[in-house]
Nanobody, 127 residues
Framework: QVQLVESGGGLVQAGGSLKLSCAAS????????MAWFRQAPGKEREFVVG????????EYADSVKGRFTISRDGAMNTVFLQMNSLKPEDAAMYYC????????????????????WGQGTQITVAS
């Protein structure tokens, strides 16, 4: 079982930047597909971005394209999410997820396919 711990959340002004980290332990996630989801109060959990095991393939939600960048460091067993030009609508709890497969599946935006989840880190964007 993989344990995931997110960090880097906080309060930021609109237009600002934050970098989230997701540290994995228990097992290496070097060959896992990783993703970030977010959930705002009263809303369903939504896909933000996913990355395959090598980092060669990524998928972004339309709402974050051009502003967010996912990356991974295999040696550190960590996945990062760089968030720029943050908007009030980006405010949510952000969750890291892992799927025990190398490649992004056709259902990459479906939360149910991911095997492991972190506890989340809160992002608040002040307008």
């Amino acid at each position: 079982q993989v344990q995931l711990v997110e960090s880097g959340g906080g309060l930021v002004q609109a237009g600002g930047s934050l970098k989230l980290s997701c540290a994995a332990s228990g097992r290496t996630v070097r060959r896992y597909t990783m993703a970030w989801f977010r959930q705002a109060p009263g809303k369903e959990r939504e896909f933000v971005v996913g990355i395959n095991w090598s980092g060669s393939s990524t998928e972004y939600a339309d709402s974050v394209k051009g502003r967010f960048t996912i990356s991974r460091d295999g040696a550190m067993n960590t996945v990062f999410l760089q968030m720029n030009s943050l908007k009030p609508e980006d405010a949510a709890m952000y969750y890291c997820a892992a799927e025990d497969t190398r490649y992004l599946s056709a259902a990459y935006s479906n939360p149910s396919i991911y095997d492991s989840w972190g506890q989340g880190t809160q992002i608040t964007v002040a307008s």
